[in-house]
C-alpha cells in the first residue's frame, strides 16, 4: 500500500522556523522526483520547491534563501527546511512524489505563521 504521511507542521511566530517531513511507503523511493506544493483557500496550489532523482532542485522565487528541500533515501523521507517565516507563508503544504507511473500526493498540513 502505497502511502505519504506528513509530519512538522503547526503554529510559528514570524520570523520562526519548521521541518516538515514526508515519509514515504510502499514505493521504491529513490526513483521518485519530490516537491512540496502549497496552498491557500481560494487559490491554486502551487509548487514550493522541487527535487528530481537526479538532484536538481528549483524553488519558487517567494521562498528561495530561506527554504531548503532535501531527501534522505535510506529513510524514504524528503524534507523542506523553512526559515525566517512569513505571514504569507501561511498554508496547508502537500508532498509530492513523480514517477512516470503517476504522482503521489500526501494528505497535506497545515502550516500557520502568525504572532
Known amino acids: 500500500q502505497v502511502q505519504l504521511v506528513e509530519s512538522g507542521g503547526g503554529l510559528v511566530q514570524p520570523g520562526g522556523s519548521l521541518r516538515l517531513s514526508c515519509a514515504a511507503s510502499?514505493?521504491?523511493?529513490?526513483?521518485?522526483?519530490w516537491g512540496w506544493y502549497r496552498q491557500v483557500p481560494g487559490k491554486q496550489r502551487e509548487l514550493v520547491a522541487a527535487l528530481n532523482s537526479g538532484g536538481s532542485i528549483n524553488y519558487a522565487d517567494s521562498v528561495k534563501g530561506r527554504f531548503t528541500i532535501s531527501r534522505d533515501n535510506a529513510k524514504n523521507t524528503v524534507y523542506l527546511q523553512m526559515n525566517s517565516l512569513k505571514p504569507e507563508d501561511t498554508a496547508v503544504y502537500y508532498c509530492?512524489?513523480?514517477?512516470?507511473?503517476?504522482?503521489?500526493w500526501g494528505q497535506g498540513i497545515q502550516v500557520t505563521v502568525s504572532s
Open positions: 510502499g514505493i521504491i523511493f529513490s526513483r521518485y522526483a
Open positions: 509530492n512524489g513523480e514517477y512516470y507511473t503517476g504522482t503521489l
